[in-house]
C-alpha cells in the first residue's frame, strides 16, 4: 500500500506570495492532519481535517488554511508568505476508525517550503 | 494543557552501546496515547510504536524496547547494541482524547548520533 505523498518536495516563494501544498494521505485513511517544523518552534500542529471538515485548529494565523476533498486528499494554502513561514510542512493521515490503530498517524515525506 | 519534554537535546554513542532517550509528559486527561517516531535525515517521520495509557506494559521490538511508567510520566526509549543507521532525530508526542481527532504534541525531540 502506498505511503503518503506529498507535492511538491519542495518550493521557493517570495514574501507577499501564497503558495498551496498538497497531500495524498493513505488509501482508506479518512483524516488528514498538517504540521510545521522549524528549528525554532519544533513539530506544531496546524489543523485536521475529517470528512471534508475542519475537526481540529491549532494556533496558527488565518493566513494558514486547509481543505480536504471528497477522496479525503488535502490541500493547505499559505497567503501573504513571511519569511517566518519558511519551514518543512508535514502531512499526517490515519484510519480515523476509533481504537489505537486507527488513531495512529503516519507521515508523508514533506514540503520544504522557502520563502525570500 | 498537554506537554511533552525530552530534556535530551542531542546523544553520541559509539557503535554497540546501548542508549536511551527519555520523554516525560504532561496531561490532565486519564486516556491518551504515547508515540514515538523517528527522523531520519530525509524529513519523513517514521512511526515506531504507541501505546495507551491503559496499558503500561513494556514492550520489546528487536533493539528497540519501551518503559511507559505513569507514575512518573514517562515513556522512555531504549536501543540496545546501537548501530550507525539508527542515528536519526526521535520524538516523542501525545495524543489526547482519542475518539475526537487527532492532534500530536510532540516533545523538541532528541538527535542521536551512532558513530562507527
Known amino acids: 500500500k502506498a505511503g503518503v505523498t506529498q507535492t511538491p518536495r519542495y518550493l521557493i516563494k517570495t514574501r507577499g506570495q501564497q503558495v498551496t501544498l498538497s497531500c495524498s494521505p493513505i488509501s482508506g485513511h479518512r483524516s488528514v492532519s498538517w504540521y510545521q517544523q522549524t528549528p525554532g518552534q519544533g513539530l506544531q500542529f496546524l489543523f485536521e481535517?475529517?470528512?471534508?471538515?475542519?475537526?481540529n485548529k491549532g494556533n496558527f494565523p488565518g493566513r494558514f488554511s486547509g481543505r480536504q476533498f471528497s477522496n479525503s486528499r488535502s490541500e493547505m494554502n499559505v497567503s501573504t508568505l513571511e519569511l517566518g513561514d519558511s519551514a518543512l510542512y508535514l502531512c499526517?493521515?490515519?484510519?480515523?476508525?476509533?481504537?489505537?490503530?486507527?488513531?495512529?498517524?503516519?507521515f508523508g515525506p514533506g514540503t520544504r517550503l522557502t520563502v525570500l | 494543557a498537554q506537554k511533552v519534554t525530552q530534556a535530551q537535546t542531542e546523544i553520541s554513542v559509539v557503535e554497540k552501546e546501548d542508549v536511551t532517550l527519555d520523554c516525560v509528559y504532561e496531561t490532565r486527561d486519564t486516556t491518551y496515547y504515547l508515540f514515538w517516531y523517528k527522523q531520519p535525515p530525509s524529513g519523513e517521520l517514521v512511526f515506531l510504536i504507541r501505546?495507551?495509557?491503559?496499558?503500561?506494559q513494556n514492550e520489546i521490538s528487536g533493539r528497540y524496547s519501551w518503559n511507559f511508567q505513569k507514575s512518573t510520566s514517562s515513556f522512555n526509549f531504549t536501543i540496545t547494541a546501537s548501530q550507525v543507521v539508527d542515528s536519526a532525530v526521535y520524538f516523542c508526542a501525545l495524543s489526547e482524547f482519542p475518539g475526537a481527532g487527532n492532534m500530536l504534541t510532540f516533545g523538541g525531540g532528541t538527535r542521536l548520533m551512532v558513530k562507527p
Open positions: 501505546r495507551n495509557s491503559f496499558d503500561e
Open positions: 499526517a493521515s490515519s484510519l480515523d476508525i476509533g481504537g489505537p490503530e486507527g488513531d495512529t498517524q503516519y
Open positions: 481535517y475529517f470528512s471534508e471538515t475542519q475537526r
